[in-house]
């Protein structure tokens, strides 16, 4: 899915070896990249959306697994996470085309709106899905890559290993303790282009865990800052100043779409979502009225309920 991955895995029986895990998680992972990458354009998903048929298609179980769970992030974050965006994402220069990054104009972005939107354009059933218009392409970066963490979480247990933490992209999943028997700390970073510094650390256990932020993919053009989280709505980048969303949940999977959910969304109306669905979630915010890099921290009841 054009990134990379890792695995820290304690074994205390010695049951495993290094060379067979090894094996066992990257068959794992080819399968996955063979059903979900949009990088390979013999996938899954690469045929689905390259097919222009508008009747229902039967997918395999990891498809739909993933379009049922993208389907109830969609609903209830207003339809702001949305896997039909793929259009869109390439005509900004974000996507998996290779395409060079520019500012659209109105009638592109128009255009590319109307073969978007989730509700509208797809239907999703139980073991398929169909277009409902021909031209609608499903993208699933904001969710393949906490699928892929959350299959590795299960071979890893089928071969007995409770001690383990799984990334995929900076996705990524524990559970039980680290090598030293401990548990498992997991570092959020500052929000800022070109700093590698740690902004705050979680305490991480059998949770998945994803930070979705727009401070490393975007492109900027006459002065202006275009990030790769597209709304929905207006097919256009964010504008609001939440830079960096974290979500802690039962999956890697749904950890990865409510992160990107949370961030276009915003911390406002984010937040309201948060704790309603009694999620865990840190907004980092911009602070508009600092002259220098100064960000506002603000957690969910359920991620402080977590950290306590």
Same mark, same amino acid.
């Given at each position: ?168 992209? $900076? ?15 997991? $570092? ?121």
């Amino acid at each position: 899915m054009g990134t990379s991955y890792s695995v820290v895995a304690v074994d205390h029986t010695r049951a495993v070896t290094e060379t067979g895990l090894r094996r066992e998680i990257e068959a794992g992972l080819l399968q996955v990249n063979a059903q979900l990458s949009n990088w390979d354009p013999n996938s899954e998903i690469s045929r689905f959306n390259a097919s222009r048929s508008t009747d229902a298609v039967a997918v395999s179980p990891a498809l739909a697994e993933v379009m049922n769970a993208a389907d109830l992030v969609h609903t209830a974050s207003d339809g702001q996470f949305d896997v039909t965006l793929g259009p869109l994402i390439d005509l900004w220069g974000f996507g998996a085309a290779d395409n060079s990054v520019r500012t659209p104009d109105a009638a592109e972005i128009e255009a590319a709106l109307g073969a978007s939107g989730q509700n509208r354009t797809l239907q999703v059933s139980e073991g398929s899905l169909q277009k409902r218009v021909p031209g609608t392409e499903i993208y699933l970066s904001a969710i393949g890559k906490g699928y892929g963490v959350d299959v590795v979480a299960r071979k890893l247990e089928s071969l007995g290993i409770k001690d383990y933490m799984v990334e995929i992209g $900076g996705d990524l999943y524990t559970a039980g303790n680290n090598p030293e028997g401990r548990p498992w700390q997991i $570092g959020i970073e500052t929000p800022l282009a070109h700093d590698r510094t740690t902004h705050q650390v979680v305490d991480l256990s059998s949770l998945g865990m994803a930070t979705s932020g727009d401070y490393r993919n975007y492109f900027e053009q006459d002065g202006v800052r275009y990030s790769h989280i597209i709304d929905a709505q207006t097919g256009r980048p964010i504008t609001h100043t939440t830079a960096s969303v974290t979500v802690l949940t039962e999956n890697a999977m749904l950890a990865d779409a409510w992160a990107t959910a949370m961030l276009v969304l915003g911390r406002e109306r984010g937040m309201e979502i948060a704790n309603n669905r009694d999620l865990a979630v840190l907004f980092i915010e911009r602070d508009a009225n600092a002259t220098h890099n100064r960000f506002i921290t603000t957690p969910s009841a359920r991620f402080s309920a977590l950290q306590a």
